[in-house]
């Protein structure tokens, strides 16, 4: 089955910075690669999602990337505020059931 | 327009306890999902549903845990004699016909105690 690797764990910006997450899968089979953001208590909210076959996708402050060949996608988060402050999680999927990975938690300082 | 809809959103249970969740899929949305969330970990396929019928079980599912969709719209996921290993966030998600984007509910927090 897929396995999904995601790094870093713990993500600790200032405000304005910019953040990357990155993220690797196992099967080739995978052609959908979404994002999600979680707060505390709630479920998951898709923020932006790709498919393979484009590179690159963006969405005002976010952007992904994906490197079908190296089987890698990342999260780029510009001018981060602290509304930013939650977990992510990407996920890879081809067959409707996407698997995800451990997520990462960014802390965005004032 | 409702998202995805879960009861209770929190449930405290003795261990040995039966519970059932509940998840109300988005309005004509064919495909359920059920994940568990513990701390610190991404969501952890459980079963999938297309319609009524139940088509990938994952081995997280043991034999305690059964998930029912009568009339492929609400779903139920019940745990039987549950244990404080079972103490999650049970998530579920829909996604429509033709889609590849799935849409999670709030989640249900179990606490066996």
């Known amino acids: 089955g897929e396995n999904v690797e995601q790094h870093p764990s713990t993500l600790s910006v200032q405000e304005g910075d910019s953040a990357v997450i990155k993220c690797t899968y196992s099967d080739s089979a995978s052609n959908y690669f979404p994002w999600y953001k979680q707060e505390l208590g709630k479920g998951p909210q898709l923020i932006i999602d790709?498919?393979?076959?484009?590179g690159e996708k963006k969405d005002q402050r976010i952007a992904v990337t994906l490197n079908k060949t190296a089987k890698h996608f990342s999260l780029h988060i510009t001018e981060t505020q602290p509304e930013d402050s939650a977990v992510y999680f990407c996920a890879a999927g081809g067959s409707y059931i996407p698997t995800f990975g451990r997520g990462t938690s960014l802390i965005v300082h004032p | 327009d409702t998202g995805v809809s879960q009861d209770p959103r929190h449930k405290i249970t003795k261990r040995g306890q039966n519970v059932t969740f509940r998840c109300d899929p988005i309005s004509e949305h064919n495909r359920l999902y059920w994940y568990r969330q513990t701390l610190g970990q991404g969501p952890e396929f459980l079963t999938y549903f297309q319609n009524e019928a139940q088509l990938e079980k994952s081995r997280l599912l043991s034999d305690r845990f059964s998930a029912e969709r009568p009339k492929g719209s609400f779903s139920t996921l019940e745990i039987q004699r549950t244990e404080q290993g079972d103490s999650a966030m049970y998530l579920c998600?829909?996604?429509?016909?033709?889609?590849?984007?799935?849409?999670f509910g709030e989640g249900s927090w179990l606490t066996v105690v």
């Open positions: 998600a829909s996604s429509p016909e033709g889609g590849d984007t799935i849409y």
């Open positions: 790709i498919r393979s076959n484009v």
